[in-house]
């Protein structure tokens, strides 16, 4: 019996979380294509437009300096699915934080900005729908050994056991993540403060603006009569996040309170909300 090669296994791994095997498992199982004719519509479209389009990976926000691109697997798949047959969704992470994390490097060392950067860019993933991975945070990001992420992780843990960071690996400590998500929006609904939000969970204020947002969002789709699938496709979330979202919804419109601020988050979304005017609104109506 032929022992694992484990670098092979884990190139394989990794190979399974690219833009190409994206757009291939995509068009194989939508257009019910055999892999030869996923793989020639692919170098077709390489060849049309990525000349003109430029590369996605470098696209939105990932032109911001310090941003990065990578493809993640879907923070709602369940844990012991194959890594191949798991729903992958891009997110844009912002890594490095400019003269911050510069001094951090400079004056301390590079392990000292990767345990730094780790928590806040596995919240910056999770907000977004995704779970990192060891091997992302390895190969992807601080191009780095995975031993060494291991390490890292191990004093991470050391310095604050009460927290488990959003990692795939960790999803079986956590419970549920959409218990996170799901926990912000209802501490809005109750009225709390940004900075209450912020200091209650524990999570970064991106986090925090990207979950209220994708709930108005939500909000908005709901009234407007769509279904739960159609707004799960639209938001590139999972349909279970969405009908939890949507029992909130009518659990608020029930609540004199609650109802007041849902239409609260829906008027600061309408103007561009950050985050920053949840604060602001939510202390002129205190929460009874």
């Not at 799901?182 to 900075?195: D, H, Q, S």
């Not at 590139?236 to 609650?258: C, F, M, P, T």
Request: glycine share 6%.
């Amino acid at each position: 019996m032929a022992i694992p090669d484990k670098k092979l296994t884990e190139l394989r791994r990794l190979e399974f979380k690219s833009l190409e095997t994206q757009f291939l498992n995509e068009i194989e199982s939508g257009l019910n294509c055999s892999p030869f004719e996923a793989r020639a519509v692919l170098e077709v479209v390489n060849e049309t437009f990525f000349a003109f389009l430029g590369d996605f990976e470098h696209s939105s926000e990932a032109l911001l300096p310090g941003h990065i691109s990578l493809v993640t697997v879907q923070a709602d798949e369940p844990c012991g699915k194959p890594l191949a047959d798991c729903a992958k969704v891009t997110v844009s992470l912002h890594l490095h934080r400019g003269c911050e994390d510069d001094k951090t490097l400079i004056y301390k060392s590079p392990a000292a900005f990767r345990r730094a950067r780790i928590p806040d860019l596995c919240q910056q993933a999770l907000a977004k729908g995704g779970l990192l991975t060891r091997e992302d945070l390895a190969h992807r990001i601080f191009f780095v050994t995975t031993r060494t992420i291991s390490r890292d992780l191990l004093a991470l843990r050391q310095a604050d056991p009460n927290t488990v960071l959003p990692l795939r690996s960790n999803k079986h400590d956590i419970g549920p993540l959409l218990t996170h998500r799901v926990r912000i929006v209802e501490l809005a609904l109750e009225g709390k403060t940004f900075t209450q939000i912020r200091e209650i969970m524990r999570h970064s204020p991106d986090a925090i603006a990207n979950y209220i947002g994708t709930f108005t969002r939500c909000a908005q789709l709901h009234r407007s009569g769509l279904q739960p699938g159609q707004i799960a496709f639209l938001l590139r979330r999972g349909k279970s996040l969405v009908e939890q979202y949507i029992d909130l919804i009518k659990n608020a419109e029930g609540d004199k309170n609650r109802s007041y601020h849902l239409e609260e988050m829906l008027l600061a979304d309408g103007r561009g909300w950050s985050g920053h005017g949840l604060e602001k609104k939510t202390k002129l109506q205190p929460s009874n």
